[in-house]
């Protein structure tokens, strides 16, 4: 006998921003819904032409404005059979780290308003909107020991001690920060410039910038970092 099957994809961007020492995430207040407007992590269908990261892209682009270069396939929800109440629907989530002063959002498509939340202000979402994201953080802590993707949040030029309190924001822990110096500068992965900290409070701070190249070799080799805490 012939089983009719009827399951729709979606993909879902769960990107992250990080401003004034604090961590964001970019939700969406849909204009479409089965009640009031609620936020939601930006997302939608899969089209039957397109690949899934580039519907997540196109997504991300028609609810919010912001394009994403990079993703990194997350996890795939769809276990609870009843987590859209419209349809049967499995997600495919998608994550990326950018800096948002470099961005302008803005709601587009079915998006009634688009928005930065702080992690610890982020709202009831909808749907399991709220598993994918805590699901989201608890990667992207793990990726810190063996990856340094803090710094797709940092400006070009930055203070070390902005790299450090960014740790110390994604790990919700504090950092011990001459052994956490140490141990980065070493990998060659962050290098001094010959530039200063236009903030003019005590002795001139020297910036930083990451060595992308070096990065990449590392990558090829394999990369642990150990991070000890304070």
Known sequence: MEKLQNIRIAVDAIVFGYKNSQLYVLLIQQKFGTS?????????????DESLKDAVQRELREETNVSVDYFEQLFTFGDDIFRDPRNRVVSVAYFALVNPSKLEIKADSDAENVQWFKISEVPT?????????KKALERIKAKLTYEPIGFDLLPKEFLFSELENLYCTILDKEIERRNFRKKILSFGIVEETENYSPIKTGRPAKLFRFNKQKYNDLSKEGFHFEIKFA
């Open 125 to 133: 979402m909808a749907f399991d909107h709220n598993i994918i994201l």
């Open 36 to 48: 009031d407007s609620y936020w939601a992590l930006p997302g939608g269908l899969v089209k039957n």
